[in-house]
């Protein structure tokens, strides 16, 4: 039996692509279930922000600002500072220190700085991207934990809807990404 922690993450939360109703009904089938989702900051009013930080069996990790094509890949050292700054004075008491570009593309230089301010990367290594030594890296290839990842709205296969049976027919002890950021 895999008695691994489960790790559940789904991709591009916002206001008004929330799946929320979707969640709910898992969490109602599943026990223990709890999630992280990677959320698009320039997509949410700070109303909304607050309302979900007030559910404890989800946790909301940055995902870029607007998720326009790539673009953390292009960003440089100012645009960087720029959004860390940003997290820091806004977002850091519902938003957790964990970040994953769009489409898995960072670069280097934005990897280097939020390394140094403390968040955990998020990287899928299929995607054969080399990275900077950073502290903290969650990898979907972790083989500790048993990741599932998905996105909220369909059309990647593994959406709320598209994969709704299998996500609730998970069972096991639930891990945030955020707990585990002394083990990584
Ligand atoms: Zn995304």
Redesign the pocket.
Known sequence: MDTRPIVVDF??FYNVNNGLDLLFRIKSEVKGFKCTL?T?LGRCSLGFIKTIHNIDWIEMAC??RI?NHKECQYWDLEEIKYYISHYDNIYSDYIQKIF?P??WLGNDIIYKELDKNGFIIAENLVNGKKRPDCKYVYTLQDKRYKYIHG?IQDGCGNGLKEQFTYYCSLKGEFKFISELRSEL
Do not use: I
Request: glycine share 10%; no cysteine; net charge negative.
């Open positions: 991709d591009d990677f698009v995902h870029g998720h994953k769009p489409y996105h």
